[in-house]
């Protein structure tokens, strides 16, 4: 079985997050990052509508057709030198 992958638009940011939260909701990370199972969902959905938001716009995120997977890409900064947070 095959699927189509495409690139992710901004007007796919809604989707995509909600897949996230879905995938990551029972994940023994977030669980420990956010004991409380009824906020989880709520927090892991704003920080990564965020993120995906951002991904879009200067990365780029795959999505499968069928809408059964994504893949958040970034890019980053060959200087890394120049955003040096402290020393």
Known sequence: MTTSVRRARPADVPDVTALLVDALSRDPVAE?????????PDVLHRLLAVD????????HVD???????????????????????GD
């Not at 420990?32 to 989880?40: C, E, F, Q």
């Not at 995906?52 to 990365?59: F, L, M, P, W």
């Open 52 to 59: 995906v938001d951002h991904a879009i716009e200067t990365g």
């Open 63 to 85: 999505v499968a057709g069928d809408w059964s997977a994504v893949a958040v890409w970034r890019r980053h900064d060959l200087d890394a030198q120049q955003w040096t947070l």
């Open 32 to 40: 420990w990052l956010v004991p409380d199972a009824d906020n989880r």
